[in-house]
C-alpha cells in the first residue's frame, strides 16, 4: 500500500508565500512523475505544476514565475513553493504521484488528501 501525504497549506494574504510538501510512504520500489494539482470550489481539477524523476518541470500558465516545483528522491517527497500568492490560487492543492509498489511492475497513480490553501486580498 502507498499513502500520500500533503502538509503546508493554510490561510495567508495576497503577495505571500506558502511552502507544500508531500511525501509518499509504504511498499514504493520507484517513482516516476509526480505532481500539484487544485480544486477550486465549483471548478474542475486543474494541473499546477509536474516534475519527472529527472527533475523536468513544467507548469500552469496562471503560476509561471510565481511557483517553483522540485523534489527529493531520496525521501520520496515533492514541493511546491508558492510565492505572490493572489486570491485567485485559493483551492485544495492536491499531490499526485506514479508510483510502482514493491512485486508489482506497473506504475500506478496515487493522490493525497489535499490540503486547504486560502489566500485572502
Known amino acids: 500500500q502507498v499513502q500520500l501525504v500533503e502538509s503546508g497549506g493554510g490561510l495567508v494574504q495576497a503577495g505571500g508565500s506558502l511552502r507544500l510538501s508531500c511525501a509518499a510512504s509504504g511498499s514504493i520500489f520507484s517513482i516516476n512523475a509526480m505532481g500539484w494539482y487544485r480544486q477550486a470550489p465549483g471548478k474542475q481539477r486543474e494541473l499546477v505544476a509536474h516534475i519527472t524523476s529527472g527533475g523536468s518541470t513544467n507548469y500552469a500558465d496562471s503560476v509561471k514565475g510565481r511557483f517553483t516545483i522540485s523534489r527529493d528522491n531520496a525521501k520520496n517527497t515533492v514541493f511546491l513553493q508558492m510565492n505572490s500568492l493572489k486570491p485567485e490560487d485559493t483551492a485544495v492543492y492536491y499531490c499526485?504521484?506514479?508510483?510502482?509498489?514493491?512485486?508489482?511492475?506497473?506504475?500506478?497513480?496515487?493522490w493525497g488528501q489535499g490540503t486547504q490553501v486560502t489566500v485572502s486580498s
Open positions: 499526485n504521484a506514479d508510483v510502482r509498489a514493491i512485486l508489482d511492475y506497473r506504475y500506478i497513480g496515487y
